[in-house]
């Protein structure tokens, strides 16, 4: 549940106190297991607040952009000076105050920020400083980043995310130094620990940082993982397709893994957006690597991968996060994330001309399928499962399989038509079960 | 009220001075000890989106020779002698991998280096200059006008310990500030 079912929730129970539906007892047991924290702005408040600060902190940089000609070096330089020092008595007297309302803490955050950007911008105008906007970018995020821990600013937070990303993103380029790098992506990424602290954190994060800081730890090690990987015979670079394919999905079984606390395995997967995306990158990357020649490519790839530093890293990271995945009993997630690792499990039955294997394609499509028929069948034994889901892995597997195979088109025509007609089937089947289950199971009883 | 935030708030706060203001430090100096040298340049007129209206400065030379005993490799530092010719333009004349005593001199970084002539391509360290927005559009004309002219634009940089800060544009010995400033208020 997020904050506005609570709200929604609270908002009932006077109503059904006075209808009789809840004794005052229950009211109050309610209303402390769902109490809001006042503290968490709303969406409107939130929009607006960062909005406005937008607004300002654009407006400036565009005034900056004018480039004030006839001014004085002296009186420009007091342009960039007067909006940072005013952002920065502002920030002040929201710390000072303690505990403001949490969009004037925004406010105060994105404003902030963007006046140091625009300081930054216009200091570098006026000497015709030379160098590239990532450069910009990095020294602006950095000085921005501590923002998001004193001031507890979503937006500040979500800024230094994107920012970090996208300067990852550019700094892919081969032969640069590792703190040039994307290679730096984890220890920045790490800089923003402070915003969440504890461990396990005592406050779980909004679902929008979550979804950002996702989308940044992909964007970002996966550059990590294009730049380790590329390779230079002196004139040209070259990528590394094959290497990088399956770092990225050593990156998307960590994120899978990611460790959690009770509260956290506890919420529903769509507040879990590491899972969701590892997830689909994993089940994609093993659809195709049941394909004999994806496969093939993909072990060479490993071969070379297993020599690199960064690859070794990441073994590691994911080797603890089985181990305490193991001891929370995410089979689940574990299964997934095992996709990953399977073509290391192929190497040691690999020959060593890798022409035409099928070891690789082969595990795959086995695992795959157990997965898909373990999920189904959890399901019709009680367990919490996921049915559909393992309908849609089984299904992309025989299509993945018939797509490959010497049958003629016409009996390809005859199976992919009879899967579709069973996956609706399934689905069908599924929906009834699930109305008869509801229907037999009591409604539970209100104290 | 906690002091610890408000101690940490101060130290961002002063770091978020402090970034700008060494770069006002060390630009100011040079600009006001360094020595003035001129290279012949092209400069077209792209836009920052942050900063506004520039003209992407780049000096006509742009490789420079390697000693034979110099093992040099792309994105690493050199500096290199600044000698002026007969014209007052000035070349770069010899690199290496520490500062030179008694001479004027760069710090640049190599870009490429080509093993079969021993040359290597270098990165200035300023790329632009930037003009307001007013002034933008006579530049373009201005530039179009004078790009293939015989003595071309020249950048005025002043040099200090190896660091290079553009000071301005010229032609013909006067500044693009002022021959842009005229034209605009003659029309």
């Given at each position: 549940m997020n904050s506005s079912h609570h709200r929604w929730l609270l908002e009932q129970i006077p109503q059904w106190e006075t209808d009789g539906l809840l004794t005052p007892e229950a009211a109050r047991t309610l209303r402390a297991r769902h109490a809001v924290d006042g503290s968490q702005p709303s969406a409107g408040q939130l929009i607006m607040g960062a909005l406005g600060a937008l607004l300002i902190g654009t407006g400036l940089i565009a005034v900056i952009g004018y480039n004030w000609d006839d001014f004085p070096r002296s009186v420009r330089l007091l342009f960039a000076f007067l909006p940072l020092l005013g952002s920065q008595v502002f920030s002040f007297r929201v710390l000072q105050q303690g505990e403001t309302a949490a969009w004037v803490r925004e406010t105060a955050g994105l404003l902030q920020t963007l006046a140091t950007g625009a300081c930054i911008a216009i200091v570098s105008q006026i000497y015709n400083l030379g160098g590239e906007w990532p450069d910009f970018l990095f020294w602006w995020m950095l000085l921005s980043l501590p923002l998001a821990w004193l001031l507890r600013s979503k937006a500040a937070a979500i800024f230094y995310l994107i920012a970090i990303a996208v300067w990852s993103i550019h700094q892919t380029e081969h032969g640069r130094p590792w703190q040039d790098s994307p290679q730096l992506y984890p220890l920045l990424l790490l800089g923003l620990l402070p915003y969440w602290p504890g461990w396990p954190p005592k406050t779980a994060l909004s679902v929008s940082v979550r979804w950002v800081m996702t989308v940044s730890a992909i964007l970002g090690l996966c550059s990590a993982a294009f730049f380790v990987s590329m390779r230079n015979d002196r004139y040209y670079d070259f990528m590394n397709d094959e290497v990088f394919t399956w770092l990225w999905s050593l990156t998307a079984a960590v994120l899978v893994l990611f460790p959690l606390n009770t509260a956290g395995m506890a919420e529903s997967t769509g507040r879990k957006p590491q899972v969701v995306l590892g997830s689909l990158w994993l089940f994609g990357y093993a659809v195709a690597a049941t394909f004999s020649d994806v496969g093939d490519h993909l072990l060479g790839g490993v071969l070379q991968a297993v020599k690199l530093p960064w690859c070794q890293g990441l073994l590691v990271v994911l080797a603890v996060f089985v181990v305490l995945a193991v001891m929370r009993r995410r089979w689940a997630v574990l299964a997934i994330a095992s996709l990953a690792l399977l073509p290391l499990f192929a190497l040691p039955f690999t020959p060593e001309k890798l022409e035409s294997t099928t070891i690789l394609s082969w595990l795959v499509t086995l695992h795959l399928a157990a997965i898909g028929l373990t999920l189904i069948v959890l399901d019709f034994v009680g367990?919490?499962?996921?049915p559909r889901l393992g309908a849609l892995v089984l299904s992309a597997l025989i299509i993945a399989r018939m797509a490959d195979s010497h049958f003629s088109l016409l009996a390809k025509g005859l199976i992919f038509i009879a899967v579709g007609v069973a996956f609706l089937a399934f689905n069908l089947l599924m929906s009834r079960r699930h109305r008869q289950l509801q229907s037999s199971t009591p409604a539970p009883a209100l104290p | 009220m906690k002091t610890l935030p408000l101690i940490l708030f101060g130290m961002v706060a002063l770091a978020q001075w402090a970034a700008p203001l060494m770069q006002i430090w060390t630009h100011e100096r040079t600009l006001t000890q360094g020595t003035l040298i001129k290279l012949k340049c092209t400069a077209p007129d792209p836009y920052d989106p942050l900063r506004g209206r520039y003209l992407a400065v780049s000096p006509v030379q742009r490789e420079v020779t390697v000693p034979k005993d110099m093992k040099l490799e792309a994105g690493m530092p050199v500096y290199a002698t600044l000698t002026p010719d007969a014209n007052g333009l000035t070349t770069l004349s010899t690199v290496s991998l520490t500062p030179p005593a008694g001479v004027t001199y760069v710090r640049l970084k190599t870009r490429y280096v080509y093993d079969y002539d021993s040359k290597a391509a270098i990165e200035w360290p300023f790329d632009r200059y930037y003009i307001n927005e007013k002034l933008a559009p006579e530049a373009d004309k201005w530039f179009a006008e004078n790009i293939r002219l015989k003595d071309g634009i020249v950048a005025e940089v002043r040099v200090l310990n190896g660091r290079a800060v553009l000071e301005d544009l010229s032609l013909n010995g006067k500044s693009f500030r002022e021959i842009l400033k005229e034209r605009v208020s003659a029309k």
């Open positions: 367990r919490p499962s996921a | -």
